[in-house]
C-alpha cells in the first residue's frame, strides 16, 4: 500500500501515474478532430482565484459584393464581423476511502489504482460532453432554435423508415451541413442502436491490444468511415402507440373516413389527437409504443476542450479515529468542454452541474451582442448534429 500511504504518498507523481492509461475514449475524440484542445485559456482561467467563465471572440468571414474593376467605379470595403462566445469552466471532485479494517481481514488494498482512477474521470468527461450537447439541442429563442431544427434529424414518427438505416447518416449530415457534409468525423450512439447495425454488417468494432498482447474489441467502431463511440448514457424516450402518416402504399396503412367501418380504414375521431389536421381519404399508420433513440454526430472541431488544471489534483487523508482508521484519496479537475460557435450565458453559478449543462436556457449561438440588428454565428459552420431514431 506503499502508494496510498498519507507519509508517502506523491501527489504529482501519482498524477504522472494517471496521465500515462490511456485515456481510450478521449483519444478517440481527439484523433478524430472531432474534439481540439485550446490550451491557451488554461492560464486565463487560474484556480484558486476564482476565474471560471470566459468570453472569447470568433471572427466572422470576410464577404461582401465584389465591385466592378473598370478604372471608374469606386472600391468598397466591409468590416469583419466577431461574435462573442461564453466558456465555463466545469469542476468536479471526489474521494476514495478504504478502512484498515478492511485490508487487515483481506490482505488487499481497496482505495483506486491510478488506471481506475483515469477510468473514472473518462467516464465523467464523457457524461459532461453527453449533458453539453443535450443542452445545445435544448436552445430556445428564434435563431437558436433554427439551428436545433436545422441540425436534427428526426425520423422517429417516420411511417415506413423509423429506424437507423444505411441512408440515415448520410442524410442527417447533409441536412445539418449540406456540402460542407464531409466535415462529420465521429458518431455517439446507444449500445441498441450499434447492435442494429452490426447486425446489419454496418458497423465493425475498433480493437486494442492489451498490455499481455490480447487483442480485445472497444466500445468504438467505424460507420461510414467515421469513428462510433458507444455509450448507453445517451437519451432515449420512452414513447406511446401513436398514429402517424402515412401513404397507400405503406404496410399496415388505414384509410380516414367518418365511421372508419369499411374495411382498411379508421375512424377519422380516433386519429385526431395524434394527427390533429388529419382529414378524410388521408392515410395513417399505428407505430407501436416503443424507445426513441438520440444520437450526435460531431464533426472536426465541434468541441474545444481546455484542461484548465487544479491546485491539488491528488492527494491523501487519513482518519486514524472514525472506523478505526480511514485512508482516503481525493481528486479534483477543472476543463471546459464548449460547442464551437455556441456560447454558455453568464451564470449565476461558479462551476454547472451536469443538469444545468443539460438546459437549454443556458445556451445560445454565439453573437455580436448588438443591442439591435444582432448577427448570430451561421448555423453551418457547427458541425454538430443530432439523429433520433426508434432503433
Known amino acids: 500500500m506503499a502508494l496510498f500511504d498519507l507519509k508517502n504518498f506523491n501527489g504529482e507523481v501519482f498524477g504522472r501515474y494517471v496521465d500515462t492509461v490511456p485515456n481510450l475514449n478521449r483519444n478517440q475524440l481527439l484523433k478524430s478532430g472531432a474534439i481540439i484542445e485550446k490550451s491557451q485559456y488554461a492560464a486565463m482561467l487560474p484556480d ?71 477510468e473514472y474521470w473518462d467516464d465523467v468527461d464523457q457524461a459532461t460532453l453527453l449533458a453539453t450537447l443535450k443542452g445545445v ?53 446507444h449500445s441498441k442502436i450499434a447492435t442494429d447495425l452490426e447486425n446489419l454488417k454496418l458497423l465493425a468494432y475498433m480493437k486494442y491490444t492489451d498490455k499481455d498482447g490480447v487483442e480485445r474489441d472497444l466500445t468504438m467502431a467505424t460507420l461510414n468511415g467515421r469513428t462510433v463511440l458507444v455509450d448507453d448514457n445517451m437519451p432515449t424516450e420512452a414513447v406511446e402507440a401513436k398514429y402517424v402518416k402515412a401513404v397507400q402504399t405503406d404496410p399496415g396503412a388505414l384509410k380516414v373516413t367518418t365511421d372508419g367501418t369499411g374495411t382498411g380504414e379508421i375512424k377519422k375521431a380516433t386519429v385526431s389527437t395524434d394527427i390533429p389536421d388529419a382529414a378524410e381519404g388521408d392515410y ?37 479515529k472514525t472506523n478505526g482508521g480511514e485512508d482516503t484519496l481525493y481528486s479534483r479537475q477543472r476543463k471546459i468542454f464548449s460547442p464551437y460557435g455556441i456560447s454558455f450565458k453568464r451564470p449565476s453559478f461558479v462551476s454547472p452541474t451536469d443538469a444545468q449543462l443539460s438546459t437549454g ?23 454538430i448534429a443530432q439523429i433520433k431514431t426508434r432503433g
Open 361 to 383: 436556457s443556458n445556451w445560445e449561438l454565439a453573437n455580436n451582442n448588438a443591442s439591435s440588428g444582432t448577427k448570430y454565428f451561421p448555423s453551418k459552420a457547427i458541425p
Open 48 to 118: 484558486q482565484t476564482g476565474g471560471n467563465y470566459i468570453t472569447v471572440p470568433i471572427k466572422a468571414r470576410i464577404g461582401g459584393t465584389p465591385d466592378n474593376y473598370d478604372g471608374s467605379t469606386d472600391i468598397k470595403s466591409d468590416s469583419r464581423d466577431t461574435y462573442t462566445q461564453g466558456r465555463i469552466v466545469v469542476g468536479r471532485a471526489h474521494g476514495w476511502t478504504e478502512k484498515d479494517f478492511s485490508s487487515d481481514i483481506t490482505g488487499e488494498d481497496f482505495l483506486p489504482a491510478a488506471g481506475e482512477v483515469a
Open 284 to 320: 395513417v399508420k399505428l407505430l407501436p409504443a416503443g424507445t426513441v433513440y438520440t444520437t450526435y454526430v460531431l464533426g472536426a472541431g465541434a468541441i474545444e476542450y481546455t484542461n484548465c488544471g487544479v491546485k491539488y489534483p491528488y492527494e491523501m487523508d487519513r482518519n486514524p
Open 137 to 189: 439541442f435544448g436552445m430556445t429563442g428564434t435563431e437558436n432554435v433554427k439551428f436545433v431544427t436545422a441540425h436534427t434529424y428526426d425520423v422517429s414518427e417516420n411511417a415506413t423508415e423509423c429506424g437507423f438505416k444505411e441512408i440515415t447518416l448520410n442524410n442527417a449530415i447533409q441536412k445539418a451541413l449540406g456540402d460542407n457534409k464531409a466535415k462529420f468525423s465521429l458518431a455517439i450512439m
